[in-house]
């Protein structure tokens, strides 16, 4: 993939001006009021130029896109164009903390995509990654169009899944991570979405429909969809927006056939129930029904399993429709005996990259638990990530030669070299499912096991190398026990997280920062200086380690923990414990004291109740002078 890239940018001044283009748009992140798109509960979202939801962005491979995104809420945003590769750019990548500090209220920052010198094409998305903005809204497919696609057809339409919430992202963080809620359960969303878009617009409800004003102009769930012609074949590119749910996707009565997975074109492979976790893309082939006497039921079903409750109140299974006939009805929707997964790691990419061999490996392990701030949290290795105070990015290209070292980045950062080929093994320990997105590339994927801690080679098969073509994507389901390998070559400088995609987890901190190649990073560094600017209106350093010091080791001032709480015995413990012996041993003395015979006279008994109240008065005057001090 290396070799790819650079063949690609020594083309570039040649093809350049023949076949690249510029798309620029100008996006005002705003808050739109009383948007509604399910029907159930208005509520205020974040969009873009006044409207809702985000417009859709549709563009050749062959060009380069600007966004010019000035930001109108009342804190600071990002926008991160996911899956892209932003080659030796990564502050242009809108990862919060990590690529730049945020755009303040009332800024701009111009996110530079170059999609032409990426060799990307196919499916992707963008949204905010900063403060669960993407959860109230700010998220939106982006389509590349190759000169030529792998497969051919009619026409083709985009599918948007999404959970909803009816709250702001801010207040239900909040409930989360609580120690009201110890156990960290997350935040069920209150319902699902489903629209469709088209040619960088979004398609209109159905005719006679009467949805919500503020997003009237956008068809929803049953109000949304597709219209098909007889015999004609459709590519339908489906995206998962969600903040927390996985669907599985299908359509009655039509066939389906994936044809790629997360940018990847691949062979086709036929499919009657499509699983689709979290930030994930598909491509599937649907051919037309040659009759139009009924129209058919798309279904969208969220994955209860990954919620703690399922509430009354919530239906998590939606429906859209394809129309052939607008005055035939609707087809009975059957059911599904059984859900399952992709088998993601069987699909076999068109375009044949070898497996490299492996120099380095990073092993990281999932886990969840109360912390001893009484909050849950989430772990790898045993570490909640926190964000540096200066973005890891900055790091990199202002710390000189000791950029090379881990330890000024903060904890669950990693350095590695583009003479490396590195293996990420991820453990999930915990029992959900997760979704794991790396930025900047799109690794292999070149081993699954079903339990990580077996010893039987059926349920945790050895690595394999010398794999010829293996499956490639950027963002990966990990099962309960289950283990992933993930490849890369580090042929792309710069600072890249590696987080869970659900947000509820990566603000739990279920993430790291790989970063690659920091001297090359700081040899091709064209940050703009409007960035640094930002980072200081928002009160941040703009140099240094992670705490923003000219050192390896001193990060003082930087926000590390909460920690896994320490069980065994403490020293008060053992005080409170001693304690609660020694008066259990003199109860049991005095009962049996009493039953041998033993007593007190009434005399006896009146002066040390006076005693008591003489000791209880003294210390209340004691203390009161405490008091007036």
Not at 2 to 12: E, K, V, Y
Not at 430 to 438: I, N, R, S, Y
Not at 457 to 473: C, F, I, S, Y
């Amino acid at each position: 993939m290396w070799f790819r890239r650079a063949a690609l940018f020594l083309l570039l001044p040649v093809v350049s001006p023949v076949l690249a283009g510029v798309k620029e748009v100008w996006y005002n992140i705003t808050y739109v009021q009383d948007a509604n798109p399910d029907g159930l509960s208005a509520r205020r979202v974040i969009g873009v130029n006044g409207t809702w939801p985000p417009p859709p962005i549709s563009i050749n491979s062959t060009d380069s896109l600007v966004v010019h995104a000035t930001n109108s809420i009342d804190q600071p945003s990002t926008l991160h164009h996911h899956g892209m590769f932003f080659n030796s750019m990564s502050w242009m990548d809108g990862a919060l903390a990590v690529s730049q500090c945020g755009i303040p209220p009332g800024q701009t920052f111009t996110y530079e995509v170059p999609i032409n010198t990426s060799g990307q094409w196919g499916t992707y998305w963008y949204h905010a990654h900063s403060l669960g903005q993407y959860v109230d809204g700010l998220r939106a497919p982006l389509v590349l169009h190759p000169p030529k696609e792998a497969y051919s057809y009619d026409e083709e339409f985009t599918v948007i899944l999404g959970d909803w919430y009816h709250q702001e992202h801010q207040v239900l963080l909040s409930e989360f991570l609580s120690i009201a809620n110890p156990g960290g359960a997350e935040p069920v969303p209150d319902s699902g979405l489903i629209y469709f878009a088209q040619n960088a617009s979004y398609l209109p409800p159905i005719p006679g429909t009467n949805p919500a004003s503020v997003t009237s102009a956008v068809g929803f769930n049953e109000n949304a969809t597709l219209p098909f012609v007889p015999g004609k074949t459709y590519r339908l590119r489906v995206i998962n927006t969600s903040a927390f749910s996985a669907f599985f996707f299908w359509i009655e009565g039509h066939d389906m056939t994936i044809i790629e997975a997360d940018g990847t074109d691949v062979q086709k492979s036929p499919i009657d129930l499509l699983s689709v976790t979290v930030a994930q893309r598909y491509s599937l082939l649907v051919t037309a029904r040659n009759d139009t006497s009924f129209n058919w039921v798309i279904h969208a079903n969220m994955d209860t399993d990954m919620f703690d409750t399922v509430p009354d109140t919530l239906n998590p299974n939606i429906t859209a429709s394809i129309t052939y006939n607008s005055s035939a009805p609707l087809a009975t929707p059957g059911t599904v005996d059984e859900y399952h997964d992709v088998d993601d790691i069987a699909l076999v990419p068109l375009e044949v990259i070898a497996q490299p061999l492996v120099t380095k490996t990073i092993e990281l392990e999932v886990t969840f638990d109360t912390m001893d701030d009484g909050t849950n949290r989430a772990m790898f290795n045993l570490i909640t990530y926190n964000p540096p105070s200066v973005p890891a990015v900055v790091s990199a290209l202002t710390l000189g030669s000791n950029a090379t070292t881990a330890e000024p980045y903060g904890p669950l950062s990693f350095v590695i070299d583009q003479s490396d080929v590195v293996d990420i093994v991820i453990k999930n320990g915990d029992a959900g499912k997760h979704p794991f997105h790396l930025h900047g590339h799109k690794p292999m994927l070149v081993g699954r096991a079903e339990n990580y801690t077996s010893d039987d080679p059926t349920m945790n098969p050895p690595l394999v190398e010398g794999q010829a073509n293996p499956m490639r994507r950027d963002t990966v389901q990990v099962p309960s026990m289950n283990s992933v390998t993930l490849r890369i070559t580090p042929d792309n400088p710069g600072v890249w997280m590696l987080h869970c995609h659900i947000e509820w987890h990566l603000q739990a901190g279920l993430a790291i920062q790989l970063v690659e190649s920091p001297l090359t990073m700081q040899q091709r560094n064209s940050v703009p200086q409007y960035l640094y600017d930002q980072c200081q209106d928002l009160g941040k350093p703009i140099s240094g380690n992670a705490a923003g010091h000219a050192s390896v080791t001193d990060l003082s001032g930087l926000v590390l923990g909460p920690y896994p709480q320490v069980l065994g015995w403490h020293p008060k413990g053992i005080g409170a414990m001693a304690g609660c012996v020694l008066t259990a041993v003199i109860g049991m003395a005095t009962v049996i004291w009493y039953s041998l015979g033993g007593h007190i006279s009434e005399e006896e008994m009146e002066h040390e109740v006076r005693e008591h109240l003489a000791a209880k008065e003294r210390r209340g005057r004691f203390f009161g002078l405490l008091a007036r001090k």
